[in-house]
């Protein structure tokens, strides 16, 4: 702090003590406040769990200890001892997904940085011992950030909504992880699937364009017709390889997302979908559902509240850039002791604050936009799912109830006709392979319902939350929270 002069000093020697202690007691109290403030045992990881649970019947497990990281080794062991459901994969991601347990650490950082928020900086103490000829002052001071101080419980609010904001973005980052889980998992599994049924066409393919070779040779075959058959079993062939190649995509994506490595990679899936559910999901107040509890929906909403109270803080301390309070205790060696107090103000005769105004008010506009669209996107995304998940179930259940059928009593009728003479193998070989074709568009056609009634999941908790809008403690900086 500035040296006091002599003079003012002598002036305000004569002062009375009562503001001295009255400026003590403040000083006391605001410490006690700011000391009360401590770091909870969960750092807020309990919200997290609870909306995991809730929302996905799953358990959480943040690792913070080599016992916590034991424990979850311990229970991924338990999970992949048998091949996996798409429950169980759920809950081997969520427990061991190093990205999400990276994400939870969030949590910890944010919550130090709000109780540093609700703390009183440092007080600051000087001393000066200063000659001239035979004269000594020593000059003491005790000063602490006053502004600080009477923005303190604006602050505290401010950055204890930031907080509930980042454990909402963790819950929706649990619940998106959870989601694509589940889709890599019918993709995984319905890959292997077909794989399977390309291996049965390209035998059936390979066997006809053998029996076409033969009977070329043997002068019972053109060879238009050869060349037919073996375009079967080149297409045959093909499609074996790109199957074979999005089954290891797929199977890749899923260990990715299972968080999984070394001699875990071998885990089994099953050996088919789960069947169809009987009767599709009926909704009919699906966007109702999906406003009353999308995650997005309401980030964006607390978000612009969150912005309309920064604005407030804004105005609030426009004009209180640099308010510091100090005490002064100055000695001299020929004059009586001298103590006091001083506050000292930045003069707003060049930056009156309407531009700081200005940017919150615009930040604030932009944050309530942003919730608007927010909501008109939410509806129309479930819409779009549901209507989407309606039609991948009427489509699934065409292919299982009516072409798979049909296939199959048209490839009977064509065996009873060869076992009659009445048809050549080449007409049963072409017909086995349009019957297995049928039933691998069954299977392509199970995986996108169960594929879209994850995104139907999905649509009705929400997506990626929005932009987070401007930090509290940016806007007490700009507005006068900090000392210079």
């Not at 969520?94 to 928020?117: C, M, P, S």
């Not at 885990?267 to 009353?292: I, N, T």
């Amino acid at each position: 702090m500035n040296r006091t002069p002599r003079a003012s000093a002598r002036t305000g020697a004569h002062r009375g003590s009562q503001p001295r202690y009255g400026l003590a007691a403040l000083l006391l109290t605001t410490a006690l406040l700011g000391g009360c403030a401590g770091l909870s045992p969960d750092a807020g990881f309990g919200t997290v769990e609870s909306a995991a649970k809730d929302r996905l019947g799953k358990d959480l497990k943040w690792s913070r200890s080599d016992a916590d990281q034991d424990a979850i080794d311990k229970r991924v062991a338990e999970l992949l001892v048998k091949p996996l459901s798409v429950d169980d994969a759920v809950q081997l991601a969520l427990l061991n997904n190093r990205g999400l347990q990276a994400r939870f650490h969030d949590l910890g950082i944010t919550e130090a940085e709000v109780v540093q928020a609700g703390r009183l900086p440092n007080p600051g103490f000087s001393f000066g011992r200063l000659r001239q000829g035979d004269e000594r002052e020593i000059e003491r001071g005790l000063h602490f950030n006053l502004a600080r101080l009477l923005a303190l419980p604006l602050v505290v609010r401010l950055e204890a909504r930031r907080f509930e904001q980042i454990k909402s973005q963790v819950a929706m980052d649990v619940i998106s992880h959870a989601a694509a889980t589940r889709k890599a998992y019918f993709q995984a599994v319905a890959a292997e699937e077909t794989v399977r049924y390309m291996h049965q066409v390209k035998e059936t393919a390979e066997a006809s364009a053998e029996l076409a070779r033969r009977m070329e040779q043997a002068g019972n075959f053109n060879k238009l017709a050869r060349a037919r058959e073996q375009g079967f079993y080149a297409d045959a062939a093909l499609g074996l390889a790109r199957a074979e190649q999005m089954h290891r995509a797929s199977k890749e994506q899923l260990t990715r997302l299972l968080g999984l490595w070394g001699a875990q990679t071998r885990f089994r899936l099953p050996e088919r979908l789960p069947d169809l559910p009987g009767a599709p999901k009926e909704q009919p107040d699906v966007e109702r559902l999906a406003m009353s509890q999308r995650l997005d929906v309401l980030a964006a909403k607390l978000g612009a509240e969150q912005t309309a109270r920064n604005l407030g803080l804004t105005r609030a301390t426009r004009f209180v850039n640099v308010l510091e309070l100090g005490l002064v205790r100055n000695t001299f060696n020929d004059a009586p002791r001298e103590t006091g107090w001083e506050v000292g103000i930045e003069l707003p005769l060049f930056d009156w604050g309407d531009a700081r105004v200005a940017r919150a008010e615009g930040i604030y506009m932009q944050a309530v936009h942003r919730a608007a669209q927010t909501a008109i996107d939410a509806r129309s995304e479930v819409r779009e799912a549901y209507g989407n998940y309606r039609s991948a179930y009427d489509i699934a259940r065409h292919q299982r109830d009516e072409i798979v059928p049909l296939k199959k009593r048209i490839s009977e009728e064509q065996l009873l006709r060869y076992n009659g003479m009445l048809i050549g193998v080449f007409e049963l070989l072409a017909d086995a392979r349009s019957q297995i074709a049928s039933v691998n568009a069954y299977i392509e056609a199970l995986r996108d319902f169960w594929l879209a009634q994850a995104d139907l999941e999905m649509a009705l908790i929400g997506k990626a939350a929005v932009p987070m809008p401007a930090g509290p403690r940016a806007a007490v900086t700009e507005g006068g929270g900090e000392a210079h």
